[in-house]
Nanobody, 128 residues
Framework: QVQLVESGGGLVQAGGSLRLSCAASGRSFSMYAMGWFRQAPGKAREFVAAHRWIGGNTYYADSVKGRFTISRDNAKNTVYLQMNSLKPEDTAVYYC?????????????????????WGQGTQVTVSS
């Protein structure tokens, strides 16, 4: 089994920063990719960022490019999402996800259905 535990959410003013953490346990070594999604009230869940182990590829939604950075610490089995220059529109519940399935196309890693494991979500609120 694979377990994902998220932390780091909270309240921050516009322009501020937060770092989200997602600790993986179990057979996390078999994961091909881990990613972050978010869901605002009344809206669908949307892709934020992902990291693919093979090749070390990273993928970002256009809305967060240049502001958010996804990274990992292999020794701690943890993936991070560093969020800078936060905007009120970034307010959402952020979910960590992982997949043990290999996809050859990069677009697969931006889709909800590509991931088998999900964290519980952590609330990020950005005030104006």
């Amino acid at each position: 089994q694979v377990q994902l535990v998220e932390s780091g959410g909270g309240l921050v003013q516009a322009g501020g920063s937060l770092r989200l953490s997602c600790a993986a346990s179990g057979r996390s070594f078999s994961m091909y990719a881990m990613g972050w999604f978010r869901q605002a009230p009344g809206k669908a869940r949307e892709f934020v960022a992902a990291h693919r182990w093979i090749g070390g590829n990273t993928y970002y939604a256009d809305s967060v490019k240049g502001r958010f950075t996804i990274s990992r610490d292999n020794a701690k089995n943890t993936v991070y999402l560093q969020m800078n220059s936060l905007k009120p529109e970034d307010t959402a519940v952020y979910y960590c996800a992982a997949t043990a399935t290999y996809y050859s196309g990069s677009s697969y890693y931006t889709q909800n259905k590509s991931y088998e494991y999900w964290g519980q979500g952590t609330q990020v609120t950005v005030s104006s």
